[in-house]
């Protein structure tokens, strides 16, 4: 299974982006997707992830600026991310857990830098 993350960019503060990652390969079932991020000397953390069920979770850090949506025909994920801030500068790596033992398999990762 390969992740392949994508819409990452420069943007300035208060604007938007939209992530996107397809899963391809053989993948059997995919459970949950989820968006993470890593900032420079921090841990990577959680940012959104929706279950096969369709319910979403946020980091409180992004709640009402961050929507996760998933398209299971096209075994996509995306994170449409609104009214930016430089805090959200990171490094953003999906992530899918798939399969009958639940693996988990990650993106390459996408650069996000909001400028102030």
């Known amino acids: 299974v390969q992740l392949q993350a994508s819409g990452g960019g420069l943007v300035q503060a208060g604007g938007s982006l939209r992530l996107s990652c397809a899963a391809s390969?053989?993948?059997?079932?995919?459970?949950?997707m989820g968006w993470y991020r890593q900032a420079p000397r921090k841990l990577r953390e959680l940012v959104a992830g929706i279950t096969s069920g369709g319910s979403a979770n946020y980091a409180d850090s992004v709640k009402g600026r961050f929507t996760i949506s998933r398209d299971d025909a096209k075994n996509t994920v995306d994170l449409q991310m609104n009214s930016l801030k430089p805090e959200d500068t990171a490094v953003y790596y999906c992530?899918?857990?798939?399969?009958?033992?639940?693996?988990?398999?990650w993106g390459q990762g996408t650069l996000v830098t909001v400028s102030s």
């Open positions: 992530k899918v857990i798939a399969g009958t033992y639940n693996y988990a398999y």
């Open positions: 390969g053989s993948i059997r079932s995919i459970n949950s």
